[in-house]
């Protein structure tokens, strides 16, 4: 079993930075694929990020550009870093994890989310 815990979320302005990040602990964390999914006014949770064990990136095409993903295995720690912040980026983002998510079916494991709120 695996839990996550996020934390950098907040409000900021358009144009401006934020960094999430998401602190992993259970068994064989490393051997996970890692990432970001995103929930706003109730619609369904979509991916923006994910990081596979060998250091494989993809970013969703909306963020391309502005937000990178990495993880250290080591600390078992992942981060997302978000620039250029626009008000579409804001919603709910969730920490997830799993094996069987490498090859893209849903994680496994949640954190309890982060709420990011953008204002023009």
């Known amino acids: 079993q695996v839990q996550l815990v996020e934390s950098g979320g907040g409000s900021v302005q358009a144009g401006g930075s934020l960094r999430l990040s998401c602190a992993a602990s259970?068994?064989?964390?490393?051997?996970?694929?890692m990432g970001w999914y995103r929930q706003d006014n109730g619609k369904a949770r979509g991916e923006v990020a994910r990081?596979?064990?060998?250091?494989?990136?993809f970013v969703v095409g909306s963020v391309k550009g502005r937000f990178t993903i990495s993880r250290d295995n080591a600390e078992n720690t992942l981060s997302l870093q978000m620039s250029s912040l626009k008000p579409e980026d804001s919603g709910m983002y969730y920490c997830a994890a799993g094996v069987r998510y490498c090859s893209d079916a849903s994680p496994d494991y949640w954190g309890q989310g982060s709420q990011v709120t953008v204002s023009s």
């Open positions: 990081v596979w064990p060998d250091g494989r990136r």
């Open positions: 259970g068994y064989t964390t490393s051997s996970y694929c």
